[in-house]
């Protein structure tokens, strides 16, 4: 019975992706509910582990949205103050990109990678407000400033700009 349920669940879900990559729109938990005969709480669940798994899924307030893997991607090595981040992330959203992680190379700890997705201003000011007050320190002081970014966007010419804007501001180190 168990076996049986898990096997209905795991079904669902794949058919929620299907749905949701068939559609140009977003589709509230309400609807999917409706078309799945369950309640709207086991649609935000269900949503909600899909978004573990690495699902690009957005929720919006008109519903979900599923973002398909047809990005850029690039990572990049930087070196700068404190006083720089903001300059730094907003350069990123400044030009349609996403700061996707921040990551460092710890010589007892090894890779430590924090996903951040910075996708606006409103994200990086939020980030910034953590760092100021207290709540969280810049994962760079681990490794004397030295980190790496994984930087997201629709074109290589995107990141291309990225990486110009952070080649000026004296950012980008050489491997």
Not at 10 to 38: C, E
Not at 100 to 109: E, G, L, N
Not at 123 to 143: A, E, I
Request: aromatic share 6%.
């Amino acid at each position: 019975m168990r076996h049986e349920k898990m096997t209905e669940t795991s079904k669902r879900r794949g058919q929620i992706l299907d749905v949701l990559k068939d559609s140009d729109y977003p589709i509230s938990g309400t609807n999917l509910a409706n078309m799945f005969n369950v309640s709207r709480q086991v649609i935000v669940q269900d949503i909600a582990i899909l978004k573990a798994e690495s699902h690009d899924i957005v929720s919006t307030h008109r519903g979900y949205k599923l973002f398909l893997s047809t990005k850029c991607s690039r990572i990049l090595k930087v070196l700068h103050t404190d006083d720089d981040i903001e300059r730094e992330l907003n350069a990123v959203v400044d030009v349609g990109a996403v700061l996707k992680d921040v990551f460092v190379w710890h010589k007892a700890y090894g890779k430590i990678r924090i996903e951040l997705n910075i996708k606006s201003r409103k994200d990086v000011q939020d980030l910034l407000l953590k760092m100021t007050s207290g709540v969280s320190r810049p994962l760079k002081r681990l490794t004397d400033g030295y980190h790496y970014h994984t930087i997201v966007a629709d074109t290589e010419a995107i990141l291309d700009e990225v990486e110009e804007q952070w080649a000026k501001m004296g950012f980008i180190v050489g491997e």
